[in-house]
């Protein structure tokens, strides 16, 4: 079995990612994040193995519990350039999703196979917008990014994300304090819980770029690919 914990992002964050990662995957011909679905995420922990599940989700409640918001920025593009090459939305943490990150990596480390890179301090926090295949095609696509305008979004880590095998396997809610099954994770009514409790935490804030929602108008959905092409 392979695990990865992760976060999804949600709101306008969501739709401009997809529209990102759609738009390069076209232009270019390239299908490392868009062979399967593309869901905009920044992985937390893993992929690892386990034997012991029960404890693994025992131990991202325990984590979860400690923490209400968990604010972050998309701050704009940059890319590795490692062995593979991958473009992805920069991410800037807040402390509270670095000591978030540190406690799931901490706590799963004890009984998981989890990599090195995931215990480390200076964890590089990204969502990915093209990689594996992009290679030959890198510098044409780095360009052609740096051609838009760098995104500066807000948005918060409103649940942890327990993938199995490519899969949700349950969702830890932070703003309901309590554990989601598959079922209760992609149900459009929890999720509506979900943003109502989040709203009456944030009404101060004026966090409102958070909780735009799939149900925006055709007109701002056009104005929105406008603004990307």
Same mark, same amino acid.
């Given at each position: 079995?392979?695990?990865?914990?992760?976060?999804?992002?949600? %709101?306008?964050?969501?739709?401009?990612?997809?529209?990102?990662?759609?738009?390069?995957?076209? &232009?270019?011909?390239?299908? /490392?994040?868009?062979?399967? *679905?593309?869901?905009?995420?920044?992985?937390?922990?893993?992929?690892?193995? !386990?034997?012991? $599940?029960?404890?693994?989700?025992?131990?991202?409640?325990?984590?979860?519990?400690?923490?209400?918001?968990?604010?972050?920025?998309? &701050?704009?593009?940059?890319?590795?350039?490692?062995?593979?090459?991958?473009?992805?939305?920069?991410?800037?943490?807040?402390?509270?999703?670095?000591?978030? *990150?540190?406690?799931?990596?901490?706590?799963?480390?004890?009984?998981?196979? %989890?990599?090195?890179?995931?215990?480390?301090?200076?964890?590089?926090?990204?969502?990915?917008?093209?990689? &594996?295949?992009?290679?030959?095609?890198?510098?044409?696509?780095?360009?052609?990014?740096?051609?838009?305008?760098?995104?500066?979004?807000?948005?918060?880590?409103?649940?942890?994300?327990?993938?199995?095998?490519? *899969?949700?396997?349950?969702?830890?809610?932070?703003?309901?304090?309590?554990?989601?099954? *598959?079922?209760?994770?992609?149900?459009?009514?929890?999720? /509506?819980?979900?943003?109502?409790?989040?709203?009456?935490?944030?009404?101060?804030?004026?966090?409102?770029?958070?909780?735009?929602?799939?149900? $925006?108008?055709?007109?701002? &959905?056009?104005?929105?690919?406008?603004?990307? !092409?």
């Amino acid at each position: 079995m392979v695990y990865l914990i992760e976060f999804r992002f949600h %709101g306008y964050a969501k739709w401009y990612a997809k529209n990102i990662i759609y738009d390069v995957a076209r &232009k270019f011909n390239v299908k /490392g994040v868009t062979q399967k *679905r593309a869901v905009p995420h920044i992985s937390l922990f893993g992929p690892f193995d !386990t034997n012991d $599940e029960r404890r693994l989700v025992s131990e991202i409640i325990s984590v979860g519990n400690k923490y209400d918001l968990v604010p972050f920025r998309i &701050k704009g593009f940059d890319f590795f350039n490692n062995q593979n090459k991958v473009i992805y939305l920069d991410i800037e943490p807040s402390e509270e999703l670095k000591s978030l *990150r540190r406690d799931i990596a901490y706590s799963l480390s004890k009984f998981s196979n %989890g990599k090195a890179f995931d215990n480390n301090h200076n964890f590089n926090f990204h969502a990915t917008v093209a990689f &594996k295949d992009i290679d030959y095609k890198f510098d044409k696509i780095w360009n052609y990014i740096q051609q838009k305008q760098e995104p500066y979004l807000h948005q918060h880590l409103l649940r942890i994300t327990i993938i199995k095998n490519s *899969r949700i396997l349950y969702e830890y809610d932070l703003m309901q304090k309590r554990l989601l099954n *598959r079922q209760l994770a992609l149900s459009k009514s929890t999720w /509506g819980e979900t943003i109502e409790l989040f709203k009456q935490k944030t009404s101060d804030f004026n966090q409102d770029i958070d909780v735009i929602e799939e149900h $925006e108008s055709v007109w701002d &959905k056009i104005k929105s690919i406008l603004r990307l !092409t």
